[in-house]
C-alpha cells in the first residue's frame, strides 16, 4: 500500500467518510449462550464458523455522521493524496479516564493492509496526550474480522450489552489498558 497519513477530520472530509462502505463481510461470529442457575448465570461466547461469508450491515447509519461528528472529542482519518482510506471516532468515557472508539471503518479496497492498525495506534496516541487511562472499544458480536484485530492488538474482553445496536445485535466491548 501507498504512503498514506493520519490527521485530524474537517467538515470537508465527513460526505467522503459518509461514502466509504462501512459493511463486511465474515465467516465467523462469537455466538452467546447464557446458562441460568440457581444463582448464578453464566454467559459464555463461542467462536463459530458459518456455513458461508456473511455481509453485515454497519450497525449505525453512516449519514448520522454529518451531524454527530462535531460531538465526537476526535475524528481521524487515514488518506493518501486527499483520498479517504478510513476513520476513527473517539469520545470521553463513558468510564473515567477513557476513550471510546465509537466507529472504525476502513475502505473496501484497503481493508487487510494495516490501516485499521494505524487507526487505532493513532486513537491510542490520542488517548495518551489526553491523559487518558484505559481506551474502550465496542462492536457487533459478528464483526469478526474486527474482534480478530483487537485481540491482536492486545485488547481485553471487557463485556457486552444485549440488543445495543438498532437491529438488536449485540455488542461486545474490548479494553486496552495505556500504560
Not at 466509504?20 to 455466538?31: A, P
Not at 472504525?104 to 494495516?114: D, E
Not at 491510542?124 to 487518558?132: K, P, Q, T, V
Request: glycine residues 6%.
Amino acid at each position: 500500500m501507498e504512503t498514506y497519513s493520519i490527521r485530524r477530520a474537517n467538515s470537508g472530509d465527513i460526505p467522503a467518510l459518509m461514502a466509504l462502505d462501512h459493511g463486511y463481510s465474515t465467516d465467523h461470529v462469537w455466538q452467546m449462550s447464557i446458562d441460568r442457575g440457581s444463582g448464578e448465570v453464566g454467559v459464555t461466547f463461542r467462536e463459530v464458523r458459518l456455513p458461508r461469508p456473511m455481509r453485515v450491515t454497519y450497525p449505525r447509519d453512516p449519514n448520522r455522521l454529518a451531524d454527530e461528528w462535531v460531538m465526537r472529542e476526535t475524528l481521524l482519518i487515514a488518506e493518501v493524496e486527499d483520498e479517504p482510506l478510513g476513520y476513527v471516532s473517539i469520545i470521553h468515557g463513558p468510564a473515567v479516564d477513557s476513550g471510546w472508539i465509537l466507529d472504525l471503518v476502513v475502505s473496501l479496497r484497503c481493508r487487510r493492509q494495516g490501516v485499521a492498525t494505524r487507526l487505532c495506534q493513532a486513537a491510542r496516541d490520542w488517548c495518551r496526550e489526553h491523559g487518558l487511562k484505559k481506551m474502550f472499544i465496542e462492536m457487533q458480536s459478528k464483526n469478526y474480522p474486527a474482534i480478530r484485530l483487537v485481540r491482536k492488538l492486545g485488547f481485553l474482553f471487557a463485556g457486552y450489552s444485549d440488543h445495543y445496536y438498532p437491529e438488536q445485535d449485540i455488542a461486545l466491548f474490548f479494553s486496552l489498558e495505556l500504560h
